[in-house]
């Protein structure tokens, strides 16, 4: 089975920009969660989706937000980035939730804003 | 306060030598994954409990819900054990909090 892919790899942005994220799980993977990793914070959770619901969401400003499609691919959105938003945007997926599973994680999207 | 704190922050071992690496959170939890980071930034998941203990190949973690505390040990450790070791819980009110990690580097 091919592993978590993430789009694009590496991604240079303005601040005031917006930016669109990627992440195909694991064939028949319903589960995706998205977080957030940087030198100061480290691992901060961004979202949960099971089955095109949002199942959880972490403690960040309404610009981030994400959906899942019926082939449980996901997006994550952030609008009017800021200097902070740079970092390494990870997806896991897993079959159900992340209780009962483990996560694999896929190689993640480097974002730079400027 | 971290829910979720890790020690020691950074790990220096010999070639073959037994590592611990101690994780304890504050918050009730429906689960508790550790996670290994290489340079590069992609992530594995070692191990999911709940309860008890498990055991990969020279990995060993262990959990204890009273505690609240979960232990993480490498036996005869490898060069290519070097990597950052995550503590990541899954709280009962479906919260996600992480650990800052533990840098280990094991020397030939």
């Known amino acids: 089975k091919a592993g978590v892919t993430q789009t694009p790899r590496y991604l240079i942005k303005t601040r005031g920009q917006q930016v669109t994220l990627s992440c195909s799980p694991i064939s028949g993977h319903r589960s995706v969660s998205w977080y957030q990793q940087t030198p100061g914070q480290g691992l901060q959770f961004l979202f949960e989706?099971?089955?095109?619901?949002?199942?959880n969401k972490g403690n960040f400003p309404g610009r981030f937000s994400g959906r899942q499609f019926s082939n449980s691919r996901s997006e994550m959105n952030v609008s009017t980035l800021e200097l902070g938003d740079s970092a390494l945007y990870l997806c896991a997926s897993s079959p159900r939730d992340w209780a009962a599973y483990e996560q694999y994680f896929g190689p993640g999207t480097r974002l730079t804003v400027t | 306060k971290n829910e979720v704190e890790q020690s020691p922050q950074n790990l220096t071992a010999q070639e073959g030598e037994f590592i611990t690496i101690n994780c304890s959170y504050s918050v009730g939890i429906s689960a508790l994954h550790w996670l290994q980071q290489h340079p590069g930034g992609g992530i594995v998941s070692l191990f999911m409990l709940s309860s008890g203990k498990k055991k990969h190949g020279r990995l060993i973690a262990t959990i204890n819900i009273q505690e609240k505390h979960s232990s993480l040990h490498i036996t005869a450790s490898h060069p290519r054990d070097s990597a950052v070791y995550i503590c990541a819980v899954r709280t009962l009110g479906n919260q996600f909090y992480f650990g800052t990690g533990t840098s280990l580097t094991v020397i030939p």
């Open positions: 989706y099971f089955s095109e619901t949002q199942r």
